[in-house]
């Protein structure tokens, strides 16, 4: 797995699971991520070793199965046109009460960015197809670049871009993770930050972030605080310039170790012109410094 490549799944087919999130499950890890061939949204591999991934499904597409839910009515997966909507960054986290495997993402309407909702999808199988529950603007906010975070005490947090990408709203989720039940943070007023990623570590969490430069690369920064819902610190840098050509997808934690998952969209950084198809991976270990600052340094292989 060399960084910044398109990886391959165990059949030598390209993984196109971009923008993406992973979750243990069973003796699995599960590897969601947008997949834009075709008429899919979403796609799923798995693995034991997370080196070598197995193709599960395509579990959202512009075929799958509609379920209206209370709060909301807007089920469109695709435009009047028949064109596909957008379905960007899914996340997904299996909820305990439930027994459901719940995916909230980015929707827009395949045309332009004016939505900026959210979406929501659920299955009984990590990697079955998953049921639309359709997308809605959460307390009527804005919400673009976002992701998922499970606490340790199973309280989730959806997280996204919010005011145009101008401040980072931090909402908590219902039991059943369907719905948000309360905005519990507006982070760094005009600041424009996308892309976030959450983890905890030693009694802290942390944030990582992007710049809002569309699909070009920037400096990326991480934040933390005590409490998810409590005071986080101002944004510091970590990575180089263009955060090693990448934009943060993820934080997985391995057996105490902490692996930064981005996106190279496009592929090559100098290649011309944009090749959405081509976007590849980059695999960091995150390192942290004595005061517990984070930071990545590059490697040629993934998971170095
Ligand atoms: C990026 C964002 C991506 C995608 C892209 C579209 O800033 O992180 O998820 O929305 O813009 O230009």
Partial sequence: MKNGSVFADINGAPLHAHGGY???????????????????????????????????????????????YRVRTELRLCRDDGHKVNIERPKVLYCEKTNKFVMWAHYENGRDYHDAACCVATCDAPDGDFVYHGHFNPYGYMSRDCTLFRDNDGVAYFISSSRDNADMHVYRLTDDYMNVDGLVNVLWQGEFREAPAVFYRD??????????????????????????????????????????????????????????????????????????SKSGYVILKMRFRGDGSPYIEWNNEAFM
């Fill in 203 to 276: 009694g802290r969490y942390y944030m990582l972030s992007s710049f809002c430069t569309g699909w070009r690369p920037n400096q990326g920064c991480y934040a933390s605080a005590d409490k998810i819902d409590g005071r986080w610190s101002m944004l510091s840098p970590f990575g180089d310039s263009t955060t090693y050509h990448s934009q943060p997808a993820f934080v997985l934690p391995v057996d105490g170790e902490y692996y930064y998952f981005g996106d190279r969209w496009g592929g090559h950084p100098m290649s011309h012109p944009f090749d959405y």
């Fill in 22 to 68: 992973i979750i243990r499950y069973g003796e699995y890890w599960y590897w969601y991520g947008e997949d834009r061939r075709e008429n899919y949204y979403v796609s799923c591999y798995r693995s034991v070793d997370l080196k070598n991934w197995e193709f599960r499904n395509h579990i959202l597409t512009t075929d799958s199965v509609k379920r209206p």
